[in-house]
């Protein structure tokens, strides 16, 4: 009998464009198959595996997120508490590659310095439309490495996400990847009771905001800010303050919780941010002006 104790939990995010082979990519991992007839992913997949990195027992969670434009206001809620990521493109669709930009950049808004490597996928069709040179390239723009790949034969993805985990748990990797000008910021796990009810409590939410069940998300996300704070992990308190005041405000219920900091708005996206000192601030994404709704204890 398989042990299902492990030394670590990671969570991973795998984005992209649509279609570009993210859900392809995480099943051949996970489950050692390709079909050629994914549907289109609505919000995010979901899948695990168990492996053996340096002598740790891992399990990783990874998460692949619908790339398509009508899920851009909920894909922020499947950022939190990600450790890694994939950056994926086709590349037989130049389009595809000229967006990566775009993706780092949500990848890095929503989950910080976080270790990502970028992904040409689908490298076994013809009309390949981007080389592997101008994609290697790219990555050292964003100080990372780069993996040619095929979701369909299996090429290279085993590697791509033991490179990733890698990144993330053993320090030794890191310094190898330093060595040849590749610096990344090591991710901290935090491992105790608390943020354990945390991550229990905040995933909760997810799944009741996927299944559009705002009022039983909110209430978990409440319970998951009181363990973000008790484990002094301010990063989850802070995301947990955001959407409280997100699926508020989509209910047009008034609520006072406490949030640490201040809460901007931008009125144009509809977007929330927290920031701790006041001051003048623009939104990363339309670059329009932020308005202050609230401070410490709010009511939305």
């Known amino acids: 009998m398989i042990s299902d104790k492990y030394d670590y939990l990671l969570k991973i995010i795998v984005v992209g464009d649509g279609a570009v082979g993210k859900t392809a990519l995480s099943v051949r991992y996970t489950d050692g198959i390709f079909k050629d007839d994914y549907k289109m992913t609505i919000g995010v997949g979901f899948s695990i595996k168990m492996m053996d990195v340096d002598g740790y027992r891992i399990k990783i969670q990874i998460w692949d997120t619908g790339g398509q434009e009508q899920f851009t206001c909920i894909r922020p809620l499947y950022y939190h508490g990600s450790l890694g990521g994939l950056v994926v493109f086709d590349k037989t669709n130049r389009r595809s590659f000229y967006n990566v930009g775009r993706w780092f950049k949500e990848a890095y808004d929503n989950?910080?310095?976080?270790?990502?490597?970028?992904?040409?996928?689908?490298?076994?069709?013809?009309?390949?439309?981007?080389?592997?040179?101008?994609?290697?390239?790219?990555?050292?723009?964003?100080?990372?490495?780069?993996?040619?790949?095929?979701?369909?034969?299996?090429?290279?993805?085993?590697?791509?996400?033991?490179?990733?985990?890698?990144?993330?748990?053993?320090?030794?990797?890191?310094?190898?990847?330093?060595?040849?000008?590749v610096e990344y910021e090591q991710s901290k796990i935090i491992y105790n009771e608390s943020y354990q009810h945390y991550d229990k409590f905040a995933n909760y939410a997810i799944t009741y905001f996927q299944e559009d069940q705002k009022f039983l998300a909110l209430?978990?996300?409440?319970?998951?800010?009181?363990?973000?704070?008790?484990?002094?992990?301010?990063?989850?308190?802070?995301?947990?303050?955001?959407?409280?005041?997100?699926?508020?405000?989509?209910?047009?219920?008034?609520?006072?919780?406490?949030?640490?900091?201040?809460?901007?708005?931008?009125?144009?996206?509809?977007?929330?941010?927290?920031?701790?000192?006041?001051?003048?601030?623009?939104?990363?994404?339309?670059?329009?002006?932020?308005?202050?709704?609230?401070?410490?204890?709010?009511?939305?």
């Open 111 to 181: 989950s910080g310095n976080i270790p990502l490597i970028l992904v040409g996928n689908k490298v076994d069709l013809p009309d390949i439309q981007v080389t592997t040179e101008e994609a290697t390239n790219l990555a050292k723009k964003f100080n990372t490495i780069y993996f040619d790949s095929s979701a369909k034969s299996g090429q290279s993805v085993d590697t791509i996400f033991e490179s990733l985990v890698r990144m993330i748990i053993d320090p030794k990797y890191v310094d190898k990847l330093k060595e040849v000008g």
């Open 219 to 300: 209430e978990f996300l409440k319970r998951a800010l009181y363990w973000a704070k008790r484990a002094e992990f301010e990063e989850g308190a802070r995301w947990c303050g955001e959407q409280i005041v997100y699926i508020a405000q989509m209910l047009k219920i008034s609520m006072p919780i406490e949030i640490e900091g201040i809460v901007l708005t931008c009125q144009s996206c509809n977007k929330f941010y927290s920031v701790k000192h006041d001051g003048h601030f623009v939104c990363p994404k339309c670059y329009s002006s932020l308005e202050k709704i609230s401070s410490n204890l709010m009511k939305v």
